[in-house]
């Protein structure tokens, strides 16, 4: 299943040699080279999503495209001499995973960061921080988070000068596990312009030692007046990042992600990394609103590349903020805090601007509305432009947190497609009724009511916020609970899905939303071999023990792209 190239032409040579013999046996040989496989995945159970319930037998590939599912002995006769053949035994495989709604350089960015949490003394902290500095040319900042000194001996704040001393070469910036501190080196305060002249901004202090020189610390705003000098990572750097991000998620079963709201310097490596074929999973882009970036991608069209590797065809708006925090626009008061009505950061007339340009140019549009009002406005804006449904332009509304059910009845109706983030909601569970309320609990979160609408669900993580891992979102889309089963029987558990649309929503029909569904998101002849092979069923274990299958190898285009380490 690695690189392929090469063997075409051999197997054709000897195929011909054969070919006495394959007139003998042609119910059991191929009569032409063409028609053997390069890899047939035999004595398997097979999820094809497009049709329900399962196959058990084979899958066979050629040239990175599903051409046989069915009984294992139809694939013995596209058995050909170069043909790798895989016994599964019995193992299960769905189409891999597709993530709606992600931001894959962030989680690049997340994975760079040094992990911190943990961590027992101020000296391992430096230890840890020194380590990763090792691994980077001198002059990279390194970046890291989660030190608490309420756990080292003395509980001091630190000062820089032990980690000035240990990592002099690197600009050091290491977050508290609360976020609301940072420590900063000596290098970095240099970079930074912090020296015993800067001022302590409102909101914010710099620590400074009984001689009135900044001892590294920064609270609260502090970080703030200096955080935007950190310069932008290196193209180098951030082809790394999109790598590892890539690698991680692979690991997880993932094979399609998305990137929501990209700016044009990151568009530019992930064109790069496609050109140069060194792209390990497929992505999708929503452009970032800016209207000079817009202006002249809408001028040149989207951008889908022949190996469906990389697609820029979407723009990405923001309705509102966020449920947590209060800024999600709600129509009626927070029930937690009368008076305040949330966020609302782009009227219905802006969305409704950009959806036409976009339209008119061929991007399809995915806006953040969290808040019933954030909803409201949004599909307003999105009503004027269509003039009524269009299923067509494969609009969605992102996060749907809370909707009035009018409006749920409206999505649906004007074809704009739900995309959803299981995992919030078992986040959110614990605070969401105290943020809106009973009432407006009917519509939060209403997986069932959307379906039952006639909306498409397309599922993701919206990682790096949540955990990338699909089987998370999976278990949270059937429970409802979170990892040690809380509360019995499920958060509002009449908006379960059932084990077949959640996995249908993390892959045909979030290849829908993508406009990939002609290609990917289902084990079906003629697609692409983008599939996942588990070592258990993850579609009969029970529910509890979702999140622990193990993915023992993912593919993209019929290629190994992950492979379990202890996997026979
Ligand atoms: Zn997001």
Redesign the pocket.
């Known amino acids: 299943m690695s690189d392929r190239s090469g063997t075409r032409r051999s197997a054709r040579n000897e195929m011909a040699s054969r070919l006495t013999l394959a007139v003998l046996l042609a119910a059991a040989v191929p009569s032409f080279a063409e028609d053997a496989a390069d890899l047939i995945l035999r004595n398997g159970r097979f999820y094809p999503v497009a049709a329900p319930g399962a196959v058990e037998g084979s899958l066979a590939v050629r040239e990175g495209r599903i051409v046989y599912l069915g009984a294992d002995a139809g694939a013995a006769a596209l058995a050909g001499p170069a043909t790798e053949i895989v016994d599964l035994a019995g193992r299960t495989v769905t189409p891999g995973f597709i993530d709606a709604?992600?931001?894959l350089l962030s989680l690049g960015a997340a994975l760079a960061q040094v992990d911190l949490v943990g961590t027992s003394s101020y000296e391992e902290v430096i230890a840890r921080v020194r380590q990763a500095a090792a691994a980077l040319p001198a002059g990279t900042w390194v970046q890291g988070r989660g030190w608490d000194q309420n756990d080292w001996p003395d509980r001091a704040f630190p000062v820089h000068a032990p980690l000035s001393r240990a990592v002099p070469e690197h600009p050091v910036w290491i977050g508290r596990i609360d976020g609301h501190a940072a420590l900063v080196n000596a290098r970095a305060m240099r970079a930074l312009g912090i020296d015993r002249t800067i001022g302590d901004p409102s909101g914010g202090r710099f620590l400074r030692d009984a001689d009135g020189e900044p001892t590294g610390v920064l609270v609260d705003a502090a970080m703030g007046v200096v955080a935007g000098r950190i310069p932008a990572p290196e193209p180098d750097e951030v082809r790394r990042r999109i790598l590892e991000a890539a690698e991680h998620c692979l690991a997880r079963g993932l094979t399609t992600v998305t990137e929501?709201?990209l700016g044009g310097g990151a568009v530019a490596a992930y064109r790069r990394l496609q050109q140069d074929g060194e792209l390990p999973i497929r992505t999708a882009v929503f452009l970032a609103n800016d209207p000079a970036l817009l202006a002249s991608w809408f001028a040149g069209g989207p951008l889908v590349t022949d190996d469906r590797r990389l697609s820029v065809r979407g723009v990405k708006l923001v309705a509102d903020g966020a449920l947590g925090s209060r800024g999600a626009a709600l129509i009626e008061p927070y029930s937690d805090d009368p008076g305040n009505l949330g966020l609302l950061i782009l009227g219905g007339d802006a969305i409704e601007a950009v959806c036409r340009d976009a339209l008119a140019a061929g991007f399809q549009v995915g806006i953040?509305a969290i808040g019933d009002r954030g909803a409201l406005v949004t599909l307003d804006g999105i009503e004027r432009c269509f003039g009524g449904p269009r299923p067509e332009a494969r609009f969605r509304l992102?996060?749907a947190q809370v909707m009035r059910l009018a409006d749920i009845e409206r999505m649906a109706r004007l074809g704009v497609i739900a995309s959803v983030q299981p995992t919030h909601a078992t986040s959110d569970m614990p605070w969401a009724g105290d943020r809106v309320g009973e009432r407006r609990l009917a519509g939060a979160y209403a997986w069932r009511k959307i379906a039952a609408a006639g909306g498409v669900l397309a599922l993701g993580s919206?990682f790096p916020?949540e955990s990338a891992d699909p089987r998370l979102g999976l278990y949270a889309a059937v429970t409802r609970q979170d990892l040690e089963g809380r509360p019995a029987g499920g958060w509002l558990p009449g908006e379960r899905l059932d084990r077949e649309e959640a996995l249908r929503g993390f892959t045909l029909d979030a290849a829908h939303s993508l406009f990939l569904d002609d290609e990917v998101g289902s084990l079906e002849v003629g697609k692409r071999a983008d599939l996942v092979v588990f070592d258990r069923d993850i579609m009969a274990v029970p529910a509890a023990e979702i999140p622990r299958v193990g993915i023992d190898m993912t593919l993209v285009d019929g290629r190994t792209a992950f492979r379990q380490e202890t996997t026979p």
């Open positions: 709604h992600s931001h929501m709201g953040h992102e996060h919206d916020v």
